[in-house]
């Protein structure tokens, strides 16, 4: 390695170990300007990180003993909207995953039907914005699986996953929803995930089917999925800013 690749290293590490320490409430409620601010800060360290890793690129993956015994559940963790609970009180028999928007042909699928298609497991660490980490196993479908079923029409730049939850506690307010682009949506590693650590992935955790895109923040993993809508700008969708908390003042490009 050349001296001037191993101080970009060297740099790369001590940045990162910066944006570690600042322990963030990002996902609680009442962001404060201060922590905006930080978190400001914080995006100026990724987007120096982000000119150095390709986007492409795998994020490292663990063994089964570095699983953590207690990963935490965090932000909604039992959504009270009554159509969820409908079909969390039927043992989600009844769920189906949405996937329209600039497709060719839009999907509906049932558990059933998306676990016959291929799946991928994978052991991956989840970094929270707060300043905690888990690591845990995923089983789900590849998102990439689905949209080539789907067909992109040639004007998709974006995938929206709509939620089941709007994080308060009586469900009042805008639900909860992110986006990601097609490099990240075409990425491996970015599952639409139904087990978690071997079994069925639990309510806290996002039951019936959450998302994994292992190379961002810990907001971007959105949970409780009902729709998956493939668009070309998100501008008309709440905020604008493509992610419940990048309404809030967070990055959309939340890379790790
Ligand atoms: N639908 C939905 N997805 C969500 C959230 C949420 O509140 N609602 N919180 C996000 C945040 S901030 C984190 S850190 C992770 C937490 O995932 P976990 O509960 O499996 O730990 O989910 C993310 N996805
Ligand atoms: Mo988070």
Sequence with gaps: M?????????????????AGVMALAACERGVSFSERLKVSAEALTRRSQRLLI????????????????????????????????ALRDAGFADYRLEIDGLVERPLSLSLAELRARP??????????VEGWTAIGQWTGVRLETLLDEAGLKPEAKYVVFHCFDALTQTEEGPRYYESIDLVDARHPQTLLAYDMNGEVLGVPHGAPLRLRVERQLGYKQAKYIRRIEVVDSFADIQGGNGGYWPDRGYEWYAGI
């Design 54 to 85: 390709p986007r492409e690129a795998l994020a490292p993956e663990y063994d089964v003993a570095e699983i953590s015994p207690d990963f935490k559940p965090n932000g909604s963790i039992s959504p009270a909207a009554a159509d969820y609970v």
């Design 119 to 128: 799946a991928r497991t994978q052991i991956t660490k989840h970094d929270c």
């Design 2 to 18: 050349s001296a001037s690749a191993m101080n970009r290293r060297t740099w790369l590490g001590r940045a990162l170990a910066t």
